[in-house]
């Protein structure tokens, strides 16, 4: 049986159990082992990737960031921060069909793992008083979080994609521009316009003041996005000056950022170290981390049995037309795994050498377009996207709830998508 159907089935397998209101973390762990085991792994190799996938260095430091994020968020709705930042939004934006999306979008500015939790409370205070349900809060948290990762070239894959195909920067924000506007009108035309237009008739009138207000009440937030962005463009120039710093962890900027972050907004709360510790200390953060392990350690069991790599050139080996090897490779490595960077950077290294001894040189960008845009649309939907699995979390809805009504947009999304790859196939 091929590595493909093993996982597709080991899947459906998780699927029915989440169906069965087993914990997602369980479920996912129970998964990994079983398909190690289906793939051949000696139980010693599991049991190495399984540490692996929890106690190296980069998967601690994800692990640590998430529990970060969660005391940052914690902290910010103890002290009231959150209610007092969605009401200075409101005084500078009034139409709630812009404030809602627009946190969570300033939010995903961040290239943060779990990034949706963040902007969780955010959303989840912003639509008290206008009848949105938590489902349709959660919906909109994790679909506008990501309308900048096609190009925002703080985010690992962009920086990626850039190296294997030797497109600039510049080139990239261009070509995938279009896909973050048709994100934004969709999320419209699925999930914002059954919000009232105008907020409540007691919106205080905009001010010059009402901006400085908000710029002070989120300087907490814009404190981890200016850090982490600054000593991320710190290391970059010592690393173009070549002063190699391979033995920091890539995500310690952020862990910086963040506990700048939390420091600031524990400025003068007066709140005590026990309150602080039950934040994080309780069966919900518990399951919470649990859940991102089992991610990490079936990433891990993945990757050290090999399966991506079969899967990938099994394919590219089997005479695939190159339209359907460039959404089928993508599209299952994403959906696999849950990550952007999973298949720009397996997928990718392979197929981007196919595409340039098989098309014309003027159809390179359609196709890195469309193999892009599949692996993007499958991050959007399994259910091992972290950002989706810790959203749904705070939200408590289920991720089936969730992905049924993920569908539609992303169905319209594809639909403009392919539009848009038959028009660069013309240029």
Known sequence: MSPIVKIVLVFFAVIFSLKLKSPLGLSLFAGSLALGLWLGMPLGALGRSTWAGVFDLPNLMLLLIVLLIVLFSAVLQETKQLSKLVAAVREVVHNPRLAIPMMTAIIGLLPMPGGARFSAPLVDEAAQGLRISKLESATINFWFRHIWEYWWPFYPSVILMSAITGFSIAKIFVIFLPASAVMVLAGYLCYLRRIPRRARVDENPRSHGSVLRLLSISRAILAVIIINFALV??????????????????????????????????????????????????????????????????????????????????????????????????????????????????????????????????????????????GYVAVMLTPVHLCLILSNEYFNVAYLQVARRLILPCILSMTAYFGIFLLYRML
């Open 233 to 374: 463009g710190l290391r970059a120039a010592f690393e173009s000056a070549g002063i190699h710093l391979d033995k920091l962890p890539a995500r310690l900027p952020l862990v910086i950022a963040l506990l700048v972050g939390i420091t600031i907004a524990l400025r003068g709360s007066g709140l005590k170290a026990q309150t602080i510790a039950k934040m994080v200390l309780n069966r919900r953060v518990l399951m919470t981390l649990l859940t991102v392990a089992s991610i990490l350690i079936f990433s891990q069991v993945l990757k050290d049995a090999g399966a991506i790599a079969q899967i990938t050139e099994s394919l590219r080996g089997q005479q695939v037309p190159v339209l359907l090897l460039a959404f089928a490779v993508p599209f299952l490595v994403s959906f696999v795994t849950g990550l952007v960077v999973a298949y720009v950077g397996i997928g990718l290294p392979i197929l981007y050498p196919v595409f340039v001894s098989s098309l014309p040189q003027s159809e390179l960008v359609a196709y890195v377009f469309i193999f892009s845009i599949a």
